[in-house]
């Protein structure tokens, strides 16, 4: 089984600043990761799929790297609409695995 | 506009059964593979099952399997979760997920509002 391990669980950051997440996979899953937002109460958002592309309409200080097994989120200077938690997810079989979660708090 | 809308959820007693729902609209629903995800409060996203766009695969999860079937009704443009033999550890909300492509080994990039299962009695 896929173990997917995020880092930090708990992220206080100011508007403006760059945030990384972390999103580490047991094994190697190439580039078949994707990432998504959520607020309380909301269902998740796609915001990347395999590893680095950009879903439309999401804007474009969310960026995505990383292959094999270890991938990183980036959100370049963070908007007030950004804290909320954001997951990573594998898709290189067909069972999926979802990290634990990262929750991006205001400082 | 995709839009998928669950329905189904609900109270239901420990070793009870509930039908979950999802319609689609907005796209060719046989062409996409669909999956279910829950969430138990306060927790993080669990994948639960998928299914293929012909409905002839389906995958689900340790936790699920057995009790859980993924189905889907290409002329109707409606994906189904059937629980059975349900437990407090199956409390969550349920989202319907379209994934991104055919296969179910695939992103999810169109997500339902979720429907509410609570296992208790």
């Known amino acids: 089984d896929f173990q997917m391990t995020q880092s930090p669980s708990t992220l206080s950051a100011s508007v403006g600043d760059r945030v990384t997440i972390t999103c580490r996979a047991s094994q190697s899953i190439s580039n078949w990761l994707a990432w998504y937002q959520q607020k309380p109460g909301k269902a998740p958002k796609l915001l990347i799929y395999?590893?680095?592309s950009l879903e439309s309409g999401v804007p474009s200080r969310f960026s995505g790297s990383g292959s094999g097994t270890e991938f990183t989120l980036t959100i370049n200077s963070l908007q007030p609409d950004d804290f909320a938690t954001y997951y990573c997810?594998?898709?290189?079989?067909?069972?999926?695995?979802f990290g634990q979660g990262t929750k991006v708090e205001i400082k | 506009e995709v839009q998928l809308s669950e329905s189904g959820g609900g109270l239901v007693q420990p070793g009870g059964s509930l039908r979950l729902s999802c319609a689609a609209s907005?796209?060719?629903?046989?062409?996409?593979?669909m999956s279910w995800v829950r969430q138990a409060p306060g927790k993080g996203l669990e994948w639960v099952s998928s299914?293929?766009?012909?409905?002839?695969?389906?995958y689900d999860a340790d936790s699920v399997k057995g009790r859980f079937t993924i189905s889907r009704d290409n002329s109707k443009n409606t994906l189904f979760l059937q629980m059975n033999s349900l437990g407090a550890e199956d409390t969550a909300v349920y989202y319907c997920?379209?994934?991104?492509?055919?296969?179910?080994?695939?992103?999810?990039?169109?997500w339902g509002q979720g429907t509410l299962v609570t296992v208790s009695s």
């Open positions: 907005g796209f060719t629903f046989s062409n996409y593979a």
């Open positions: 299914i293929s766009g012909n409905g002839g695969s389906t």
């Open positions: 395999k590893a680095s």
């Open positions: 997920a379209k994934n991104g492509r055919l296969s179910s080994s695939s992103w999810a990039d169109y």
């Open positions: 997810q594998q898709y290189n079989s067909y069972w999926w695995t």
